[in-house]
C-alpha cells in the first residue's frame, strides 16, 4: 500500500481515522467492502480493503491491526481482485 495512506476504523471517509502510513507498507488484506466513493484524480472507486497494515516506515515500526484503506492506496489489479472475498 502507498505511503501516506489514511487507515480509518470503517469504509468511509468520516470514520474514525486509526492512523497514515509513513511510507509503502505492507498491508494483509483480508477482504473488502463498498463504502464512500472517492476520486483523487488517478483512482476513483467505493471498494475500502480491510486487514492488517505493517507500517516499517514509522519509528518505532507499527502493525495496524484492523483497519480499512481505500482501494486507491492499496495496489491491486483491479478493485476488488477477483477471489477476495466481502467482509
Do not use: I
Not at 29 to 46: A, F, S
Amino acid at each position: 500500500m502507498d505511503g501516506g495512506s489514511n487507515l480509518r476504523g470503517g469504509p468511509h471517509l468520516n470514520s474514525y481515522l486509526v492512523g497514515t502510513t509513513k511510507g509503502k507498507s505492507e498491508f494483509a488484506v483480508q477482504c473488502y467492502k463498498r463504502g464512500d466513493y472517492y476520486n483523487d484524480g488517478k483512482h476513483h472507486t467505493d471498494v475500502w480493503y480491510y486487514g492488517t497494515v505493517f507500517d516499517t516506515h514509522d519509528n518505532p515500526e507499527h502493525v495496524y491491526y484492523d483497519v480499512y484503506s481505500w482501494g486507491g492506496n492499496v495496489n491491486t489489479p483491479h478493485d476488488p481482485p477477483a477471489g477476495l472475498s466481502k467482509c
